[in-house]
């Protein structure tokens, strides 16, 4: 479904005689079903939405008001809930955790109590706890001939100290589209000449990622796309159409710094930068800004440390005719980037995939590049009116993920309109031990599956990659995120939690989806890499792709190198402490009391103060520090028990 193309506004108070009569047993069949007592304002306001087909989605919104309580609800005409909230206004802060059965209980009750039919339809996905305000977001998707539904959902927010549903919200479009109106699973074309359409145009193979910071980069042999794989349309292995856009801005670069005009000056006498006139006539030389404004200009840092200018000109008045960015490097005025936008509507053209090679080409042989490139042998991808073509650097003669020079061709124009460049200063190892491509191939066969989404104005069966694109590690096959780290498994699961002291503890912990996701010895040492995952599990998205270079940052003297290290008690009580905003107590005077911990004498000064802190709020309950002894995953997450459960206000 499409967004809104009109909206009808109207307000009816529930003085109107007539639309009250009329509505007045729906109204009373609402208040009944949310318990609205005693309201002291009410009213009611219609919306609708056109769908692609031209029909129209009517929603009817009612909301109460009494003293502390605040009602909305939304329906079809039909009656169908579709939004629902509730805010008190004296929300108490105290509350009790909930298990997750308790939590799925409270969600499946209210589900049932709205339509019965609701639980049969949708099945949990996923159930994600915030801890500090006492709260759990339940994600439900709607499955028909057992086939997930992608964009069909229901989420529901549980309130702790309530023990309800404080907000429910379903995809509208689930009303319209009854299972009955769904394709047939056996009418999806065979999943493997759908793989080999893929592998046609942009196939597997073997490749380096870049991951780490810009102080240590380096290269780790996958298996994947080197391109994006978009969903297609599982009959007739078309792209599916997601949205409509034909610009992409390719003139922002992660972490840049931008310099004032002093700084500007200095560094063209330090570094014997290009002065800012010859940037200028590079781009009037080599881009059509007739008729434009230059809008901004700009000397930055890229994440490499190199120094590059970036330009902005726009059509005077109204940049959304027509602008132009370009950023080129500050030494030699290589072309880093340019973009090109245009209003253009035509998302269908479409051209061979050797013209839009040919107008890349020309369009490169105009501008120095980097020489490790594979310019005889581009990727390209066509959709929605756009060709893309990837001309991959290459080292080791393996192709590096992500990286070398992208090209945007606009077929309907067959013009150039979007030209980016990437190379990472990574260290690439030589080829190892690894699988071979067919058996990597076997492995994205996996994780490439039906699901059905509702696309335009209709159900459609569709074949995708789980996570978007499959990057699979080449030494053993195993999926990975795009920062290097293994995709997190859907559950907690430990082989000797019942061997463990602090049974009870961790498995509530578990309940509210804190712990280690690829982890099943809750005996062993665990690293600081580990601890960070765990740490983040807390009130935030579990699978996650976690970004381990705003890390140290969170914590005193951690280091970006440190992340494989063993995690040791001192650091750990640290750090816990840390993330709960104490900080800076490495250098206290010694006022402590020596008899609490049996080897005070030994404790390392700078870490005396946070020892003492653990122990006054409950977090360490030991009598002895253990400061340079390894931790195991049981231990941690008995003291993140302590911090989190027992003492979660500090």
Known sequence: MKKIISSLLIVFLFTNYIYATSNSKEILKIKN?????????????????????????????YHWKNNDTQYNVSTDTSGNIFKYDVNYSDKKDEFKFLTKEETIKIASDFMNKLDPNLIKQYRLRDIQTYVKNGSSTLYFNRYVNDTIISNDSITIDVFFNSKSVCSFERT?????FKDENFPKLEDALPKKN?????????????????????????????????????PLDATTAKPIVTYNNN??????????????????????????????????????????????????????LDKNKNYYYLFYYSTPKDSSIRSISVSVDAKDLSLLSFNEYTINTDNDSEISKKEAINLASKFLKNFK???????????TLSSEGITTILYPRIENNIAVYSEGITILVDNSSKKVFDYKTNFSNAKFPAKSNIINLEKAKEFAMNDFGLSYGYVGSKPTLIYSYKNGNTILR?????????????????????????????????????????????????????????????????????????DYSFIPSQYEDLNQSDLENILTYKNAIKWILNSKGINNFKNTTEIWDKTIFKDYDNIEKEYLA???????????????????????????????????????KI
């Open 33 to 61: 079903i949310f318990g609205v007592t005693d309201a002291t304002e009410f009213n009611i306001t219609t919306s609708e939405d056109t769908y692609d087909d031209g029909s129209a989605f009517k929603t009817l919104d």
């Open 172 to 176: 509208n479009s689930s009303s319209k």
């Open 194 to 230: 759908i793989f080999s359409n893929i592998e046609n145009t942009n196939p597997l193979r073997l490749s380096y990622l870049v991951t780490g910071d810009e102080k240590k980069q380096i290269g780790t042999l996958v298996y994947t796309h080197l391109l994006d794989t978009k």
């Open 369 to 379: 590049h980097a020489k490790n490139i594979d310019e005889n042998n581009p990727v």
């Open 610 to 648: 946070y020892y003492y802190i653990a122990k006054s709020k409950g977090i360490y309950d030991k009598n002895e520090s253990f400061q340079n002894q390894n931790i195991s995953a049981d231990e941690i997450l008995h003291l993140i028990y302590n911090a989190v459960i027992k003492n979660r």
């Open 474 to 546: 080449a030494s053993d096959g195993t999926p990975i995120s795009i920062v290097g780290d293994e995709i997190q498994n859907p559950e907690i699961n430990y082989e000797n939690l019942e061997k463990s002291k602090y049974k009870d503890e961790i498995t509530m912990l578990t309940d509210l989806g804190i712990g280690f996701y690829n982890l099943k010895d809750l005996q062993r040492s665990i690293t600081i890499k580990e601890f960070i995952n765990l740490m983040e599990s807390i009130d935030s998205v579990t699978t996650k792709a976690i």
């Open 247 to 300: 610009y992409k801005d390719s003139s922002k670069t992660d972490g840049t710094l931008a310099l004032n005009d002093v700084e500007i000056t200095e560094i063209e006498k330090i570094k014997n930068l290009k002065p800012e006139k010859e940037v200028q006539s590079f781009i009037k030389k080599n881009f059509n800004t007739k008729d434009l404004k230059l809008d901004s200009k700009q000397l930055m």
